[in-house]
């Protein structure tokens, strides 16, 4: 049988684009800002940038090198170093399909707002209303089958030519977008008052632990250390290719999206009287309640929910990713059928979700809440076992800067304890 050669990143920047994509998605421009305006704006931003290089960074590093040592995903990783490697390789396998299959749902209502906005529907709606009728619906479920098809569309293509490419188109468009709307969001009558709630911080709730334990969880789920994507990503990995400053790029761009996503939603929200602590519904229901009210409203909306596809496909794609390599690597099927077949079955394991509110609450605590923060412990203790020293030296293959030897203590000792505090914090909070 022909053993076909492990794919690999084209260039550094392609990688970064393709990393910065997986990172960057509906998590930080819906729920950091949802997050932000629930915990006091600044009482947040504060400890999740803290958070994001103490932590972020270093969480990267794990399982990049992880992956590009083993040259495998989560089940090749976990096998080579782990008892029962391969079943643990499988559960987060599984985690991610279960995200997908309900990231690509609300990816599926944002597409609807898009064409909402461009025809100028949604400066006729009543917001509450019309998010209602769409959210569990038969209509939800034809967005749902429209996200994975263009997700199965990019992934089946390859890594070189469909999700470095795509990442290498979508991230500039993105970027631009964001500056485009952060700018007009600013320059909106009383959008001091949204600026102010969100850059000074009230020093009372900085102190709470809740906050900070938000920010950390918060910061895991953005960055998508999760024991997956980031593992099958550092497998593509050259040995020429820099880890470390990959790492840094990657942290800066993703909270980048995340904090101008604040500048975008903060000014805009209090410039119109409206409540930053909205919740899951600030993006739904009370920024199309500002686009109606905004000069120009219906090219800013477009531009809004266009930047949110944008975010959420550069997601997607990752995550079809995860379980499409393990496919090829175990079951030696090609990556066209390998993307057809999966992306199919997250369609059917995604389609309650899109009908059934119950089912789309229990797929996102389970994979989420339950589940998500053991892959980045897995992956943790992979490395461990892997061996620290020998894991150091693969970070240093192809870096500009030697990393501090204070790098070895921290991902073996300290590492592994944040994650165990973030799983237990998310019962013991709430």
């Known amino acids: 049988m ?6 690999t990143w084209g260039s550094r920047v392609g990688f970064v684009a393709a990393a910065i994509g997986s990172a960057v998605g509906l998590g930080n421009i819906w729920m950091f800002p949802m997050r932000a305006g629930l915990y006091g ?11 994001l ?9 794990v399982e990049w090198t992880l992956g590009r040592a083993t040259k495998g995903g989560p089940i090749e990783a976990f096998e080579k170093t782990l008892p029962g490697g391969k079943y643990l390789g499988i559960l987060v396998n599984v985690t991610i399909l279960m995200i997908f299959a309900f990231y690509s749902l609300v990816l599926g209502w944002v597409i609807r707002y898009f064409i909402a906005s461009l025809s100028g529907e949604l400066t006729r709606i009543e917001p509450d209303k019309f998010f209602n009728a769409l959210a569990f619906s038969r209509e939800a479920l034809l967005w749902l089958f429209v996200v994975i098809a263009l997700t199965i569309a990019i992934v089946a293509m390859g890594v070189q030519r469909g999700i ?28 001091y008052e949204g600026l102010k709630f969100y850059l000074l ?27 997956n994507t980031m593992v099958v990503y550092g497998s593509y990995l050259r040995e020429e290719d820099d880890i470390p400053l990959s790492a840094i790029a990657t942290a800066f761009g993703d909270t980048a999206v995340a904090v101008t996503a604040g500048f975008i939603v903060f000014p805009a929200v ?16 009370t920024l199309p309640m500002v686009f109606q009210k905004m000069p120009g409203g219906m090219i800013f909306s477009a531009l809004f929910f266009l930047l949110l596809i944008f975010a959420g496909l550069s997601s997607t794609v990752s995550m079809l990713e995860v379980y499409v390599d393990s496919a090829i690597t175990k079951l030696k099927i090609s990556r066209k059928n390998a993307s057809v077949l999966l992306g199919l079955l997250t369609f059917l394991v995604g389609a309650p979700s899109a009908l059934y509110p119950a089912y789309f609450d229990w797929l996102i605590n389970i994979s989420t809440v339950y589940v998500g923060p053991l892959g980045a412990l897995i992956a943790a203790l992979a490395l461990i076992k892997l061996g620290v020293d020998r894991a150091y030296e693969e970070l240093q293959k192809g870096a500009l800067i030697k990393v501090p030897e204070l790098w070895k203590p921290w991902v073996k000792f300290l590492y592994p304890i944040v994650i165990v505090v973030i799983y237990i914090s998310q019962f013991l909070l709430g």
């Not at 290089?53 to 590093?61: E, I, K, P, S, W």
């Open 2 to 7: 022909k053993v076909l050669a492990r794919e």
């Open 41 to 51: 704006g600044a009482a947040f931003l504060i400890p999740y940038l803290v958070l």
């Open 53 to 61: 290089f103490a932590v972020g960074v270093v969480a990267l590093t």
């Open 164 to 191: 470095e490419r795509a990442n290498k188109i979508m991230m500039p468009l993105l970027f631009v977008l964001l500056i485009v709307l952060a700018v007009r969001s600013v320059t909106l009558p009383n959008a």
């Open 201 to 227: 911080p009230d020093l009372s709730k900085i102190a709470s632990g809740k906050t900070w334990m938000i920010a950390l969880s918060q910061m895991f789920f953005s960055l998508s250390v999760l024991g």
């Open 270 to 285: 209090f410039s119109f009287g409206l409540e930053p602590t909205a919740g899951p519904g600030l993006v739904f229901v």
